[in-house]
């Protein structure tokens, strides 16, 4: 087991050396947040997507880096996203649901489920990557019906 430390640890620095990059670029005013927000979802659904079919460590790693970057995004641009489609009035309590359905739902569901999937496939990594990638194009393409908030004046 301790040969496959050394590679846990590379990709694991990989993508989360790269997650707080994206957490500032992407928290900047005036950067375009659902656009890049869409591209960087759109890339680490692929990235999960042909991770099983590559077998090289550097190539796992880069593929790393791109969802460590996405992950780094959707924490820089879910709270202003949030501000931007429903203003600043309810912006506590939404951008508190989106939290806690990211922390408290999908936090334990996802690697309860992911480990659930290996047990009964008898480890296909596979189909557990795949549904992680599937989970991320699928925002990808939500994010496209996400339009600004615009007071009512009545």
């Given at each position: ?49 042909i991770m099983p079919h590559l077998a090289g ?7 790393a880096a791109i969802i460590g970057f996405a ?84």
């Open positions: 087991m301790p040969a496959k430390s050394p590679r846990a640890f590379i990709l694991t620095a990989c993508a989360c050396a790269i997650f707080w990059p994206g957490s500032f670029i992407f928290g900047l005013p005036g950067v375009l947040r659902q656009h890049w927000q869409q591209v960087f979802d759109a890339g680490a659904g692929f990235a999960y997507l460590l550097w190539l796992w790693a880069a593929l992950f780094g995004t959707l924490f820089a641009v879910s709270g202003p996203l949030a501000c931007d489609c429903f203003g600043m009035a309810h912006f506590g309590a939404i951008f508190g649901l989106i939290f806690t359905a990211y922390g408290f739902v999908s936090g334990p569901l996802g690697p309860w489920l992911s480990g659930h999937i290996l047990d009964v496939t008898r480890a296909n990594y596979t189909l557990v990557f795949s549904y992680l990638g599937f989970m991320y194009l699928g925002p990808a393409g939500l994010i496209l019906l996400v339009q600004p908030w615009r007071e009512c004046r009545m």
